[in-house]
């Protein structure tokens, strides 16, 4: 029954790999927040960055659940649509626009972190 139920949770612990971000590496975007969609398994910030063509590049940055953001202090209205911010970030291991949140700086300079231990 034990072999039963281990094989049942694998899938569950497989969907969270980091395996695409550069761990050892973080980057700094600057944007507008696009949208900041509070859903599970994980939320996700869409910032609109300028580019250096003159244009703008949505980054779709992944954070972590709900569950865990709310009990460090996110609200689903943390995030709106407009807000300026800095985005630190574990970026794409390919170069391509996106990353694992680290820590979001609101134009108030209001600190969000993506774990309690940097809080």
């Known amino acids: ?3 039963g139920l281990a094989a049942l949770a694998a899938p569950a612990l497989a969907h969270h790999s980091y395996a695409t971000f ?6 700094t975007v600057v944007g507008v927040v696009h949208d900041f969609r509070w859903s ?3 939320a996700w910030i869409e ?7 003159g244009g703008v590049t949505r980054w779709s940055i992944e954070c972590n659940s709900p569950n ?3 009990r460090i202090g996110w609200k689903a209205t943390s995030l709106k649509p ?8 574990h970026p794409m291991k390919d170069g391509g626009s996106g990353g694992s949140l680290i820590s979001v ?4 300079g209001t600190v969000l972190n993506e774990t309690a231990k940097s809080l």
């Open 1 to 3: 029954m034990a072999i």
């Open 22 to 27: 550069a761990l050892d590496r973080q980057q």
């Open 40 to 42: 599970n398994p994980h």
């Open 47 to 53: 910032i609109d960055v300028a580019n250096p063509k």
């Open 68 to 70: 865990i953001l709310s």
């Open 82 to 89: 407009g807000d300026k911010a800095t985005v630190v970030v």
């Open 105 to 108: 700086t609101l134009r108030d």
